[in-house]
């Protein structure tokens, strides 16, 4: 790693939502920033051979992809069920979509749940330089019921067993404790949720006691108004949130993270019946999913596996009436926040992690431009050029 290094672009949009800075550069040192500018002002600074200039990018924070599962390939025949495959195979399919999760300018990846305890396993040997990747948090086992939706998670029934699993999870190195409530798609009317009152706040108990937060897969229906008043802090999908949900989570400090691609991308790699549940509820969510965006609820953004496809969920929440910085903050400052890693990522700030993507076009002209990956640094290194 170079100790020190000057990235420039014509454009810097540091990720907290102020006014992007014409010609701006980042002064690097030992994997930290230690200067936003304008780049003249610190151009002196540094040796002539240390300064990395991109005329025509546009400099943003490194991503976050705040809901990931790494051993997820939506390229496979029937990727959902291929969660079952054996642990060799889905260790090397984990090292391959980290990869691509880095290229596309991914350098923080909140993992969802993956089987094997793999992910603790793939965190640890990024960290060590071992396989390229996102930095990862890990929630290690997703925890849900016998009879419960989740190809990812396990099951787990009655707050003895529930306990055992969290605590096992912990001790394996979870970072947060996942767990699946409801179903994804909405059958019939109403929503079933599938843990009781007393498991979801032993999960809740457990965790916080151990200062972990808890996330929950709930798409909406009385098991969401379970998880506020248990204090579950984040919630995952919300797909069918009604008004009154989109209220209660209004005024709480509750975050929600937003995964749209899930329902408005056919995916040709699954069932025909898979995809046309999909595709018949598909209006009716994206007119909540734009009644979240008009509203105060916290959110951020994941691709729920869809590696390298950051991008395309953004474009869906501009599509729903973000604002394109508004959506750069979902992947960004507000992921960050949702990994309670806000002191160390989520923006260009001064004694933040150097966790850099400079982009070719504007993305707050045209979102799609995330795209257009041109280099991405993390804490300082350069891992990909483009
Ligand atoms: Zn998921």
Not at 36 to 50: A, G, P
Not at 115 to 124: H, I, P, Q, S, T
Not at 153 to 173: H, Q, S, T
């Given at each position: 790693?170079?100790?020190?290094?000057?990235?420039?672009?014509?454009?810097?949009?540091?990720?907290?939502?102020?006014?992007?800075?014409?010609?701006?550069?980042?002064?690097?040192?030992?994997?930290?920033?230690?200067a936003v500018d304008e780049k003249?002002?610190?151009?002196?600074?540094?040796?002539?051979?240390?300064?990395?200039?991109?005329?025509?990018?546009?400099?943003?924070?490194?991503?976050?992809?705040?809901?990931?599962?790494?051993?997820?390939?939506?390229?496979?025949?029937?990727?959902?069920?291929?969660?079952?495959?054996?642990?060799?195979?889905?260790?090397?399919?984990?090292?391959?979509?980290?990869?691509?999760?880095?290229?596309?300018?991914?350098?923080?990846?909140?993992?969802?749940?993956?089987?094997?305890?793999?992910?603790?396993?793939?965190?640890?040997?990024?960290?060590?330089?071992?396989?390229?990747?996102?930095?990862?948090?890990?929630?290690?086992?997703?925890?849900?019921?016998?009879?419960?939706?989740?190809?990812?998670?396990?099951?787990?029934?009655?707050?003895?067993?529930?306990?055992?699993?969290?605590?096992?999870?912990?001790?394996?190195?979870?970072?947060?404790?996942?767990?699946?409530?409801?179903?994804?798609?909405?059958?019939?009317?109403?929503?079933?949720?599938?843990?009781?009152?007393?498991?979801?706040?032993?999960?809740?108990?457990?965790?916080?006691?151990?200062?972990?937060?808890?996330?929950?897969?709930?798409?909406?229906?009385?098991?969401?108004?379970?998880?506020?008043?248990?204090?579950?802090?984040?919630?995952?999908?919300?797909?069918?949130?009604?008004?009154y949900e989109i209220s209660l989570?209004?005024?709480?400090?509750?975050?929600?993270?937003?995964?749209?691609?899930?329902?408005?991308?056919?995916?040709?790699?699954?069932?025909?019946?898979?995809?046309?549940?999909?595709?018949?509820?598909?209006?009716?969510?994206?007119?909540?999913?734009?009644?979240?965006?008009?509203?105060?609820?916290?959110?951020?953004?994941?691709?729920?596996?869809?590696?390298?496809?950051?991008?395309?969920?953004?474009?869906?929440?501009?599509?729903?009436?973000?604002?394109?910085?508004?959506?750069?903050?979902?992947?960004?400052?507000?992921?960050?926040?949702?990994?309670?890693?806000?002191?160390?990522?989520?923006?260009?700030?001064?004694?933040?992690?150097?966790?850099?993507?400079?982009?070719?076009?504007?993305p707050l002209d045209d979102i799609?431009?995330?795209?257009?990956?041109?280099?991405?640094?993390?804490?300082?290194?350069?891992?990909?050029?483009?």
């Amino acid at each position: 790693m170079n100790s020190q290094m000057l990235i420039s672009g014509h454009l810097l949009i540091d990720g907290t939502g102020n006014p992007p800075i014409e010609n701006g550069a980042v002064l690097i040192e030992n994997g930290i920033i230690v200067a936003v500018d304008e780049k003249y002002k610190l151009e002196n600074l540094v040796r002539k051979e240390d300064i990395i200039f991109y005329p025509e990018s546009v400099l943003i924070p490194g991503l976050i992809d705040s809901h990931n599962h790494l051993s997820i390939d939506p390229n496979l025949d029937n990727y959902l069920s291929r969660m079952d495959d054996r642990e060799s195979e889905l260790t090397i399919r984990a090292c391959y979509t980290m990869k691509t999760d880095l290229y596309s300018g991914v350098t923080t990846s909140r993992c969802m749940g993956d089987r094997f305890f793999l992910d603790v396993a793939c965190k640890k040997a990024v960290e060590e330089h071992r396989i390229p990747g996102p930095r990862l948090l890990v929630a290690t086992r997703g925890i849900r019921a016998t009879h419960a939706h989740g190809f990812v998670g396990l099951p787990f029934d009655g707050p003895d067993m529930i306990r055992l699993a969290v605590r096992e999870n912990i001790k394996a190195g979870a970072d947060l404790i996942k767990f699946y409530l409801t179903g994804t798609v909405r059958k019939g009317e109403k929503i079933p949720y599938y843990l009781s009152e007393e498991e979801i706040k032993t999960i809740v108990y457990e965790a916080k006691s151990n200062g972990l937060k808890t996330a929950v897969h709930c798409i909406g229906g009385k098991g969401l108004e379970l998880c506020i008043e248990s204090g579950v802090d984040i919630i995952e999908h919300g797909y069918y949130l009604t008004d009154y949900e989109i209220s209660l989570l209004e005024n709480t400090s509750t975050w929600l993270v937003l995964t749209p691609g899930e329902f408005f991308e056919d995916k040709e790699n699954l069932s025909p019946d898979k995809n046309e549940a999909f595709r018949k509820d598909r209006a009716e969510v994206k007119e909540r999913l734009k009644a979240i965006i008009n509203s105060k609820i916290k959110y951020a953004v994941g691709t729920d596996g869809a590696h390298g496809c950051l991008a395309k969920e953004l474009k869906h929440l501009v599509d729903a009436g973000a604002t394109e910085m508004d959506a750069l903050k979902a992947a960004t400052l507000n992921g960050a926040k949702v990994c309670g890693i806000e002191d160390k990522a989520g923006t260009l700030e001064v004694g933040k992690y150097a966790d850099i993507v400079a982009i070719k076009g504007n993305p707050l002209d045209d979102i799609t431009n995330l795209a257009q990956v041109k280099i991405v640094i993390k804490q300082g290194n350069i891992l990909f050029q483009g």
